[in-house]
């Protein structure tokens, strides 16, 4: 059983059991009807009281059971609620920790709730593209008002259990410290005898001129919502509560409004996100319970943005950290940057004075190893040369602790080639951040084939502790992330060429939903990086054909924001990218000396080649085993390089549209300039013939 029974005088005690938030899965809601109707039979109970076990009330729905016949199966949730509310005896809802969801929902349905504060309450279901749908938008308002619980449900924002007492959500919220089942107790024999019982349904919702109200939500939360459906939605099933009279009729349009959700496109692609994000932290081969080391303190080679922006990651999480550079002035500038980011922070209301001075004391710089040999972790964020970090991991494996974690920030090069100078190979593990580190979510871990199981799963946990989302990669050429960026890039480039400028082709992509198209991004992050690799290529791999464009540009001297100048012009102090009169008349002459004819190149076909370049190297990377799975993939995309949420990923939204089709537009630019970029992976191949997609 998924919750447990148990009588306490003339009192019943059913408590949700079902770890480890007391999801309302088929055998909990089973359970829980069977505790009501044994508490309803049993002639000395007079009262029953509902908690949860352990650390929640109830999160809400059993995730387990999202898109499987169970979420449907009797009892549904609806039929628990009806049960709980149409019983002769009073439910007390004993509140504590979490009530989110439908856990809220279900004490909603109860006669009385009672709790402790510092509990968290949320009807949290907008943030899958969902409105509540067992009934918490016809309930809620009828306890706290129309203004707070619309702006609860639409935010999908817990709120503290303390800050609603005196609402109508609450008959009391007990002392810090109380005893939550002996007072609950207390509460149930007190109202053990009062009839008629009360009930959430009968209650109206009264605000004045409430349809003023309700058109200024709508235009407001329209402007807000972007692509996402489901906040408007949760607007028009607020408004049947309120001009409803018929409680059930604003049951069945909350029901209607719900499963038209369900199957729109935004709604599964952030369910889709919600369980990728899940899954990225499972390893079949590294089980849950894999001992991990010790993370008390840390060390970051560099002090330059990427260095000073990890070093803030520790800081953030209470965790010491020592900063090592070659020379005094780095130090004190990267220093200063750090502080600079906080101060920022501070003005923004996100963080006080004193939290600034505790994070800033726990980091200190030093110009020497040996400063940093006792450190648990060691993390280097060096210049992207092989030989460069050469150099700093001969010296790690010489002055580093036994035990120490050594982890390079590379976004490239070839981590077994890393870990072969040292000693420890299984010591060595990849840790790549994306600029800025203090702030972007996406965290790659590149497993080496002698990284330890006990450093991966260590890895794991510390991108938990640092609010990161660690993705596992094999080693290649720009493991996840970047391997696929080069595809996309590459098009990019190539669109140049045949017709396009760039202002059209960042247009055109952002307006599919990036957040940044490849030349903004670009000059965001340097082109000189670029640069970099393309000379890299052209040693070790001549058969990659590249356009020229994005050379010529950098032997101007036109490197992106840093320099002033790069795809766009800059000004002074503004970050704003100005199309370049003189970059496009390049572009149009190297168009011109490639003997091409410049054509206009229509929005569709430049998102579908940079997306679906994306998706083709994507499935190469699966075959080959450097991502355990296509979800990986789109978490890294959708976390680190501002793919559009209400797509789901590139693999996800590939799966949308349908292999099938994808595979015909890739054959179409097959045939074109360049078509062997457009060799179909054999991954996508079989997906199309057997009617499938990357994610089952």
């Not at 898109?67 to 049960?83: D, F, G, Q, Y």
């Not at 510390?462 to 720009?478: A, E, P, R, Y």
């Not at 003997?595 to 998102?607: H, K, M, T, Y």
């Amino acid at each position: 059983m998924s919750a447990d029974y148990q009588v306490h005088g003339n009192v019943a005690v059913i408590t949700l059991n079902n770890p480890p938030v007391n999801g309302l899965g088929l055998e909990t809601r089973s359970a829980a009807v069977e505790g009501v109707r044994r508490a309803e039979a049993d002639d000395a109970v007079e009262a029953i009281v509902i908690t949860g076990a352990g650390k929640a009330f109830s999160g809400g729905a059993d995730i387990r059971e999202f898109n499987s016949p169970k979420a449907l199966t009797e009892p549904t949730l609806h039929s628990l609620i009806r049960v709980v509310e149409n019983a002769s005896k009073p439910v007390v809802a004993a509140i504590h920790s979490v009530c989110m969801g439908g856990g809220l929902e279900l004490a909603l349905g109860c006669n009385y709730r009672v709790a402790l504060p510092g509990a968290q309450i949320a009807l949290p279901e907008v943030k899958l593209g969902l409105l509540p749908g067992a009934g918490g938008t016809q309930r809620l308002p009828r306890v706290l008002g129309l203004e707070m619980a619309l702006n609860m449900i639409v935010s999908g924002t817990p709120v503290q259990s303390e800050k609603l007492a005196g609402t109508a959500l609450f008959d009391e919220v007990f002392p810090a410290g109380a005893d939550l089942l002996d007072s609950a107790l207390a509460f149930a024999r007190k109202v053990a005898a009062v009839r008629p019982l009360p009930k959430v349904r009968d209650r109206t919702v009264d605000y004045p001129n409430h349809e003023a109200f309700l058109q200024f939500s709508r235009n407001t939360v329209k402007a807000m919502a972007g692509p996402f459906p489901a906040p408007l939605e949760c607007i028009e099933a607020v408004a049947a509560a309120v001009t409803s009279k018929d409680f059930e009729a604003g049951l069945k349009f909350e029901r209607e409004r719900f499963l038209h959700l369900t199957q729109t496109p935004e709604s599964k692609a952030l369910r889709h996100a919600f369980f990728a994000e899940r899954a990225a932290g499972k390893l079949p081969d590294v089980p849950a319970d894999t001992p991990v080391r010790a993370i008390g303190s840390a060390a970051v080679i560099g002090a330059g943005t990427m260095g000073g922006g990890i070093a803030m990651n520790f800081a953030n999480a209470g965790i010491p950290v020592t900063i090592l550079e070659t020379r005094q002035e780095a130090l004190d500038k990267g220093l200063a940057t750090i502080r600079k980011n906080y101060e920022s922070s501070v003005k923004k209301g996100k963080l006080t004075a004193d939290k600034l001075e505790q994070r800033m004391a726990l980091i200190r710089t030093t110009l020497s190893y040996a400063d940093i040999a006792q450190a648990d972790i060691v993390i280097e964020a060096v210049f992207e040369d092989l030989k460069v970090k050469e150099a700093v991991f001969r010296e790690l494996d010489k002055v580093m602790k036994p035990g120490a974690i050594l982890a390079s920030n590379t976004s490239t090069l070839d981590l077994d080639k890393i870990a072969a100078f040292t000693s420890r190979p299984q010591d060595v593990i990849g840790l790549h951040f994306f600029s800025p580190a203090n702030v972007m979510k996406l965290l790659e871990i590149v497993r080496g084939k002698q990284t330890a199981k006990d450093v991966l799963a260590t890895a794991m946990a510390l991108s938990k502790k640092i609010k990161k989302t660690g993705v596992v990669s094999g080693v290649c050429d720009g493991f996840i992330g970047n391997r696929m960026l080069e595809q996309y890039l590459r098009q990019a480039f190539f669109l140049l060429d045949e017709g396009a400028l760039p202002e059209q082709v960042d247009a055109a992509i952002e307006g599919f939903g990036f957040a940044m198209g490849p030349f903004r991004m670009s000059d965001l992050a340097g082109n000189d990086i670029g640069w970099y690799i393309r000379k890299r290529r052209a040693v070790e791999q001549p058969e990659i054909a590249y356009s020229k464009t994005a050379d010529l540009l950098c032997e101007q001297g036109r490197f992106g924001q840093k320099t002033g100048a790069g795809w766009y012009d800059y000004k002074p102090g503004d970050r704003k990218a100005y199309p370049s009169e003189a970059v496009n008349a390049m572009i149009v002459q190297h168009s011109a000396d490639l003997g091409l004819e410049r054509r206009q190149i229509p929005d569709q076909e430049i998102v579908e080649r940079l997306v679906f370049a994306l998706v083709n190297e994507g499935a190469k990377i699966l075959e080959e085993g450097i991502a355990l799975r296509a979800s990986d993939i789109d978490m890294v995309y959708l976390t680190g390089y501002g793919f559009p949420l209400h797509r789901g990923g590139p693999m996800f939204y590939a799966d949308t549209v349908g292999l099938p089709n994808v595979l015909i537009a890739m054959e179409k630019y097959g045939r074109g300039r360049h078509g062997e970029a457009w060799k179909p992976a054999d991954l996508i191949v079989k997906l199309a013939a057997e009617g499938k997609g990357f994610n089952g």
